[in-house]
């Protein structure tokens, strides 16, 4: 058996230090939140919530998933039949900048780069004064680059406010609807 020589312990030492301080770096998206407290953390496992439906707007594609109180009230009716969204209701929007998926014959549209993830959150006591219904937003940017997050602001396509509240004037026109723009699909 041969003996480590002093310079192959040092660097595998180095090797060591630098592979930890990769994983020390990357971002924990978890850790995010928006100012007046909308948290990534509030929405951890939404990558896993059943899907509500699909959509195209502005040049990106999205999917549209809610948490268990969120589809329980879809299943239900709400809001069709006229009654809000539960407390407690979460969605979380996931956009991607679209492309063409070339291995496969009349190239579909698939999701390409992340673009975003937006959220939306029924506390009516945290956010009492978004309508009166209580939903608080978040929008979360995606940099490809550096594989990280970062709150939305307007700087952004869309211009984003950067607050909780920053979806209530755009979901006014829906305020019939629970201030909710998505219809459950059809399965």
């Known amino acids: 058996m041969k003996k480590s020589t002093p310079i192959s312990l040092v660097i595998s030492v180095l090797i060591a230090v630098l592979a930890a301080g990769v994983a020390i770096s990357a971002q924990d998206k978890y850790t995010l939140q928006v ?3 909308l948290a990534f953390s509030e929405f951890r496992g939404y990558e896993d919530w059943p899907v509500i439906a699909i959509s195209e707007n502005e040049g990106v594609i999205a999917v549209i998933v809610g948490n268990p109180v969120m589809i ?15 407390d407690g209701a979460k969605m979380a929007k996931i956009h991607w900048t679209p492309k063409k998926q070339e291995t496969y014959p009349g190239q579909p549209t698939v999701p390409g780069t992340q673009h975003d993830v937006d959220f939306m959150v029924k506390d009516s006591k945290r956010f009492a004064d978004s309508g009166g219904w209580g939903w608080g937003w978040g929008a979360f940017e995606y940099d490809a680059v550096s594989d990280t997050f970062r709150p939305a602001t307007v700087a952004d396509n869309p211009p984003q406010e950067n607050d909780a509240k920053c979806g209530f004037a755009c979901h006014t026109v829906v305020q019939n609807r629970d201030y909710v723009f998505t219809e459950y699909g059809k399965r």
Not at 76 to 82: H, L, N
């Open 35 to 37: 100012p007046n407290g």
């Open 72 to 86: 329980d009230a879809y299943r239900q009716g709400v809001p069709d039949i006229g009654k809000p969204f539960a």
